[in-house]
């Protein structure tokens, strides 16, 4: 990226860690995926319980990977025998919660659409910590915007990825359809932390998921 372009894109993520800050989150703005994993580090002790939400984000990022690496209880919900009902239940119980938001607003917001519901679940209420990792993409500038970038971006990206039947998927624009296996099911804004610094909002200036 040209470097003065690099520039605006650096004041606008700045711009957002500060919103986001005042919501009372936990947000911190790293320039790289080194420097995201020694803030992991940091933030997840040795031992502690540890699970993810569905993201393509972790998964190109290489966050799926580190988690293996560090000696930490994880409960891997893409185990082949994994049962994913359990998964979702033992993810309230843990101690980090990994996920990405389908979107992060300027005014320092997070808004997320889920199907089943279990990854909205937790990023409001169960795991002591919840950690969001995002790249510079889901920045965008209200809610609006938000819900546009769901419809247009992130429903029907998934739905190529993992229900080809789904109508958005060949539209490439979300519906309100009523199919078996809709993504859009459960809408979740998350205005601010009433439990300070809870969650946690790691912003990378590259491109990352849907």
Do not use: W
Request: proline share 3%.
């Amino acid at each position: 990226m040209d470097k003065n372009r690099f520039e605006i894109l650096e004041k606008q993520i700045n711009r957002t860690v500060d919103a986001l800050r005042k919501n009372n989150f936990d947000a911190h703005y790293v320039k790289n995926v080194k420097e995201l994993f020694k803030k992991l580090d940091e933030m997840v002790a040795d031992g502690a319980s540890c699970t993810v939400g569905g993201s393509m984000t972790l998964f190109e990022a290489g966050v799926i990977e580190y988690i293996k690496s560090r000696k930490i209880q994880y409960i891997d919900r893409y185990a082949e025998n994994a049962d994913p009902v359990q998964v979702y239940r033992d993810a309230l119980h843990a101690d980090y919660y990994f996920t990405s938001s389908n979107a992060i607003t300027q005014a320092g917001e997070l808004y997320n659409m889920d199907g089943n519901g279990n990854r909205v679940a937790a990023i409001v209420y169960g795991p002591k910590k919840v950690i969001v990792i995002a790249g510079s993409n889901k920045i965008v500038k209200d809610l609006e915007a938000a819900v546009k970038r769901n419809r247009e971006i992130a429903a029907p990206a998934n739905a190529v990825r993992l229900n080809k039947d789904l109508p958005c998927g060949n539209t490439g624009v979300c519906t309100d359809c009523r199919s078996p296996g809709r993504f859009c099911c459960h809408e979740l804004i998350s205005h601010y932390q009433q439990n300070k610094d809870r969650i946690a909002v790691l912003i990378l200036p590259d491109s990352y998921g849907y």
